[in-house]
């Protein structure tokens, strides 16, 4: 049996790729993403022709025991979870305070802390029974450096960092690798950033700063780094590092 890698967000972006990444480790990817069931099939049949070992399943992370369930049934009909890529984004665009709503802002918090809260509840103390495991929390610029229309996103992803400084200083001890990995610059990725720019906006930034420039980060580069960090010792663990491409000002640089 195989070792299992659970990704929550499974898109053509980071999640997929990392996933495509532990698969090829000889990880068995268990794929879950909110929509788009072609292509979640597509991304399982490409680990599966290339030879390793993939499911996919549409999985909104909202929803009253979703996670919980999913979990439970991975764990029983595929293996035990080694390792979650905890991947769901909390952007819903930048809105000025007088044009936000409360629902709007609270869905920010659910997709981005408490979805990571219930993921942890459920899976954490099963890895620690079986002496330890990983998770990885792909976080994002607005968890250190709150911006103007940023309120649920900065809120949602400031409590994202302290849930996974928490989670560590607790399970740590216990064998369980917390792992917050810091997106401080645009990814190359046509299903996140292709969608809040517009195709013709996101070629053309692809064009000016992608491809051959290495301006935007490519997520088959980033899922080396997540590999990386998954296999460490326990003796050397990192638990928060930041991402960015070459040409990028880190967050703490800007004005």
């Known amino acids: 049996m195989k070792p299992v890698c659970l990704v929550i967000g499974a898109g053509a972006g980071i999640g997929g790729t990392v996933g495509k990444k532990f698969a090829a480790e000889g990880y068995h990817s268990v794929l879950c993403r909110r929509s788009d069931e072609e292509g979640l099939q597509k991304l399982v049949a490409d680990i599966q022709a290339d030879g390793g070992e993939a499911t996919g399943y549409l999985l909104n992370a909202i929803d009253e025991g979703a996670l919980e369930e999913r979990i439970r049934l991975v764990e029983e009909e595929i293996g035990p979870i080694e390792v979650v890529l905890f991947n769901l984004g909390a952007q819903i665009g930048n809105r000025p305070l007088e044009e936000l709503s409360y629902k709007h802002f609270e869905l920010g918090w659910r997709m981005a802390t408490f979805a990571l809260f219930r993921i942890a509840k459920e899976l954490f103390p099963r890895m620690?029974?079986?002496?330890?495991?990983?998770?990885?929390?792909?976080?994002?610029?607005?968890?250190?450096?709150?911006?103007?229309?940023?309120?649920?996103?900065?809120?949602?992803?400031?409590?994202?960092?302290?849930?996974?400084?928490?989670?560590?200083?607790?399970?740590?001890?216990?064998?369980?690798?917390?792992?917050?990995?810091?997106?401080?610059?645009?990814?190359?990725?046509?299903?996140?950033?292709?969608?809040?720019?517009?195709?013709?906006?996101?070629?053309?930034?692809?064009?000016?700063?992608?491809?051959?420039?290495?301006?935007?980060?490519?997520?088959?580069?980033?899922?080396?780094?997540?590999?990386?960090?998954?296999?460490?010792?326990?003796?050397?663990?990192?638990?928060?590092?930041?991402?960015?491409?070459?040409?990028?000002?880190?967050?703490?640089?800007?004005?």
């Open 128 to 255: 620690e029974e079986r002496g330890g495991g990983t998770f990885l929390v792909t976080s994002a610029t607005a968890a250190v450096r709150g911006n103007a229309g940023q309120h649920s996103h900065a809120a949602a992803m400031g409590g994202r960092r302290m849930l996974c400084q928490t989670l560590n200083a607790e399970y740590a001890p216990n064998g369980i690798h917390v792992a917050h990995i810091l997106v401080d610059g645009a990814v190359d990725a046509p299903d996140t950033l292709g969608k809040m720019l517009g195709e013709e906006a996101f070629q053309k930034l692809r064009e000016e700063r992608g491809q051959e420039h290495d301006g935007l980060m490519l997520p088959e580069k980033m899922a080396e780094t997540y590999y990386h960090v998954s296999q460490q010792h326990r003796s050397a663990w990192t638990h928060e590092l930041d991402l960015r491409s070459f040409s990028d000002l880190a967050w703490w640089n800007h004005r």
